[in-house]
C-alpha cells in the first residue's frame, strides 16, 4: 500500500473510517477464498481446526437466527475464528508490511495486532445470515483507551444486497448515553434520539480487493444477504503500541503479534 496523503488521514479522524479500494490482488483474494471455503466444509464436522473455532449464527442469536445449532440451519457458520492461527496466507495478510505502514501511519507509533478480538473471517451466509444491530466494537474490549483500528478485507462485493457494513460517519467522537444502548450495547432502535442518528447511516460499497479501516468506537451495522451468494470478509483488530490490553481482561488473554 502506498502512503496515506493527508486528505486520507484527516478523513480517518473525521469520520473514523477510510475505504483503499483495490488493494488486494483479485489472485489473492481468490486464494484467501479458497482456504475460506475447504475450512467452512471441514466446520462442525470430525475434522475441524483444532484451536481455531467457529462462531455459528445460532450462537449470537440475533433476529432470523437459527433458535439452536440443532435447529434447521443451525450449522451456518457466522465466522470462522483464530484466523491467524488457520492459514499462512491469512497470517500473511495481516502481517503485510505495507498494511502495517499504513496502520502505523495512523497511529503515529508502532502497531501490535491483537488476537483477541476479531482475528477472523465473517462469512454471511443467505438464507440464515443474520443482519447486525448498531454498534461500537470496543463495547466488550478492555484496553488503555479507544484508538483501535479494524482492517476489513471484502473478498467479493459487498453492498447493501448481500449484508455490507453501514457505518454512522463521525461517530466515533460522539458521546452517547447509556440509556440508548440495550442490553448488548446495541443503539435503541425505538428511541427517536436514536434514530435521528441511525438516519445519518451510509451503506459502504466494497469490490474485491478493496479495504476497510474503522476505529473502534465508529458505530457500524450491518444487513442480513439477500443475494444468493456467501459473503467473506477478514477482520484483524491492530492497536498502537502504547494502548496495552488491560490485564486479566479477554483482550489480554489470546495474546499479540507486534511489528517494529
Ligand atoms: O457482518 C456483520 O453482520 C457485522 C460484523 C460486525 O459488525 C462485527 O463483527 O463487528
Known amino acids: 500500500m502506498t502512503r496515506l496523503n493527508s486528505e486520507q488521514l484527516a478523513r480517518f479522524r473525521e469520520d473514523g473510517y477510510l475505504v483503499l479500494r483495490q488493494r488486494v490482488t483479485p489472485a489473492r483474494c481468490a486464494a484467501l477464498s479458497e482456504v475460506i471455503s475447504a475450512q467452512l466444509l471441514e466446520s462442525g464436522t470430525a475434522s475441524d481446526h483444532a484451536g481455531a473455532p467457529v462462531e455459528y449464527e445460532a450462537d449470537v442469536g440475533y433476529a432470523g437466527a437459527p433458535v439452536s445449532r440443532d435447529a434447521p440451519g443451525g450449522h451456518t457458520v457466522r465466522r470462522l475464528r483464530g484466523a491467524w492461527q488457520r492459514h499462512p496466507l491469512l497470517q500473511q495478510w495481516a502481517a503485510e508490511p505495507a498494511l502495517v505502514a499504513t496502520l502505523g501511519q495512523l497511529f503515529g507509533q508502532p502497531v501490535v495486532l491483537n488476537l483477541a478480538h476479531h482475528n477472523c473471517v465473517m462469512t454471511k451466509h443467505p438464507d440464515w445470515g443474520t443482519a447486525t444491530g448498531w454498534h461500537r466494537d470496543i463495547r466488550y474490549w478492555s484496553f488503555a483507551h479507544a484508538d483501535l483500528i479494524t482492517v476489513w478485507l471484502a473478498l467479493g462485493r459487498e453492498d447493501a444486497n448481500n449484508g455490507g457494513l453501514q457505518v454512522l460517519p463521525g461517530s466515533h467522537r460522539w458521546q452517547v448515553a447509556p440509556e440508548q444502548l440495550d442490553a448488548l450495547d446495541f443503539l435503541r432502535p425505538d428511541l427517536p434520539r436514536n434514530q435521528a442518528l441511525m438516519a445519518q447511516g451510509i451503506t459502504l460499497s466494497l469490490a474485491e480487493g478493496d479495504v476497510l ?3 473502534s ?23 498502537g503500541a502504547d ?13 499479540e503479534i507486534a511489528f517494529d
Request: aromatic share 12%; charged share 10%; proline share 3%.
Open 213 to 215: 479501516l474503522f476505529h
Open 217 to 239: 468506537s465508529l458505530f457500524h451495522a450491518a444487513g442480513a444477504n439477500l443475494s444468493g451468494q456467501r459473503k467473506f470478509s477478514v477482520a484483524f483488530a491492530y492497536r
Open 243 to 255: 494502548n496495552l490490553p488491560l490485564a486479566g481482561s479477554r483482550s489480554a488473554a489470546a495474546g
